[in-house]
């Protein structure tokens, strides 16, 4: 079976919500964290997502994890590229989406690539350029307040011409709604002008469709999740039937839901699963001042039932997040919450935890690095890019990496419905 794309995700979340599309659009997808060891076997995929956690870290070493990855999946034949980054653009100021897209086209020799994070399912649009989540710029959005990559514009043509050393065009919507060869056409002009990269509008999944057929020839794409699905088609390969995610519903998994993500929509979820089931929330002094946080956690959750979920977090509002970051630096701030749900993690899943459920996606590269996962399979669909995963391990996790901003309210509670 002939690999037939291969992606490069810049984080967890990220990496599970495009497999996630490729799954649901019927491609066998597999996902590794990170660029695998000699001897990892993709046995059948017909995608590749490598997860990396590139995000945040400095740009040449964005650079070269994303270029090493690359390597990887040229060397298993994949016959097209995908950079995945986030659907509201996240990049620090300094910005690794324009220096790790530069280096990953000039590899490819890919003379244009597009840049459409839009995912309509949602909320994400690109219209004439500007990004939009929900009805409200990307500017304006709650991600203005992220802690690690606060988006303070949305102009993409902008955003993307700032980081990358090459002229960036635009395909309006008009154009896209004109069909596959208007956008061709559209190409062909930019490439005309001098332009490596264009941002292609897309505010309904039938512009995404549409611009999948477009692109069937370049050698690389980058954007968020959704423009990948219309993609499979190209490779002849269609949805298939929904599958379940095969746990048997009587099965009794000890469950545990762990959160470093601050972004809205997380902190809603948790209003309502602290409602529901136990719950302790991790105070960031505290780990700072070397006090026993982890262990202390485990003892906690040792001493909850088995039969509910134990919810653990260290999710904040925007302010208490900003005083956390004067005091300790936005970085180190960050790193501290993140080990100490790592090791909370491990020391669940020793103590017989099957099930984890993670929401953020620094958080969950830092949780699934921690229990030193390899790669994962993609199970059934929780909420818009956001899947039930299996761990290649001999003991397998059920895993849910959930990106802060997705999912509805009861999110947790519908995870578990799904997972039985
Ligand atoms: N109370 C807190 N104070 C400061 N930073 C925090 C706090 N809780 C979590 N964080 C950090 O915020 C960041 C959230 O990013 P991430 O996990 O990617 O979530 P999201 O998916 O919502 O973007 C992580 O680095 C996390 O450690
Ligand atoms: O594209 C998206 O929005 C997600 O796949 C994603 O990358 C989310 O990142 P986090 O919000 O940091 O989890």
Redesign the pocket.
Known sequence: MPLFLGVIAD?F?GATDIASILAREGMKVVMTIGIPRPGFDIGDAEAVVVALKSRTIPADQAVSQSLAALAWLSERGAGQIFFKYCSTFDSTAAGNIGPVADALAEALGAEIAVVCPAFPQNGRTVFNGHLFVGRQLLQDSPMKD???TPMRRSDLVALMAEQSAHPVGLVPHEVVSAGEAAIAGAFAAALSEGKRFVVVDAIHDAHLRVLGKAVRSHRLLTGGSALAMGLPQNFGISRKAEKSNGTSPAAKVKTAILS????QA?RQQLLRAKALWPSLRIN?DAVADGQSVVEEALAWARSQSESVPVVIY???DPA??EA??QRYGRER???M??QALAAIASGLVADGTARLLV??????GAVISALKIKGLTIGAEIAPGVPWTTTLAANPLQVALK???FGGPDFFERALEIAG
Do not use: K, R, W, Y
């Open positions: 984080d979340t992220h802690p690690l470093g993500s601050c972004s997380t960031l260290g999710s904040a208490e997040v956390n970051q701030a960050g790193a919450m993140e929401a953020g996606g620094e958080t969950s990106s802060g901003n």
